[in-house]
């Protein structure tokens, strides 16, 4: 059974940093395409960014620049540094990921993702 667990997250006042990180168990992440993903109260989930296993990453336009999406293999742990924080960016922040290569080929900041945490709160005050 796969398990994704986030931590990290907190609360910033606007142009703070926090980095986000997720540990996965039950199954290597070396082949898996993983993404993080963030909701804000009303409003639907959306992809921040995602990684494929062979390094390609996708950025929601909202985030390029000031988000970096890492992972480290060897410690089945996937990363959000996130940089120049802004109130928009508030929310709870999720990880995911998925093993299917069909589906890793185009998945990108979609939310057909197979397996998710149960999320981390990020608050950012102005």
């Given at each position: 059974?796969?398990?994704?667990?986030?931590?990290?997250?907190?609360?910033?006042?606007?142009?703070?940093?926090?980095?986000?990180?997720?540990?996965?168990?039950?199954?290597?992440?070396?082949?898996?395409?993983?993404?993080?993903?963030?909701?804000?109260?009303?409003k639907e989930?959306?992809?921040?960014?995602?990684?494929?296993?062979?390094?390609?990453?996708?950025?929601?336009?909202?985030?390029?620049?000031?988000?970096?999406?890492?992972?480290?293999?060897?410690?089945?742990?996937?990363?959000?540094?996130?940089?120049?924080?802004?109130?928009?960016?508030?929310?709870?922040?999720?990880?995911?990921?998925?093993?299917?290569?069909?589906?890793?080929?185009?998945?990108?900041?979609?939310v057909r993702?197979?397996?998710?945490?149960?999320?981390?709160?990020?608050?950012?005050?102005?």
């Open positions: 059974q796969v398990q994704l667990a986030e931590s990290g997250g907190g609360s910033v006042l606007s142009g703070g940093s926090l980095r986000l990180s997720c540990v996965a168990s039950g199954y290597s992440i070396n082949t898996a395409c993983m993404g993080w993903f963030r909701q804000a109260p009303g989930r959306e992809g921040v960014a995602s990684m494929r296993h062979d390094g390609d990453r996708t950025y929601a336009d909202s985030v390029q620049g000031r988000f970096t999406i890492s992972r480290n293999n060897a410690k089945n742990t996937l990363y959000l540094q996130m940089n120049s924080l802004k109130p928009d960016d508030t929310g709870m922040y999720y990880c995911a990921a998925e093993w299917r290569a069909s589906i890793c080929t185009y998945i990108g900041l979609s993702y197979a397996f998710w945490g149960q999320g981390a709160q990020v608050t950012v005050s102005s």
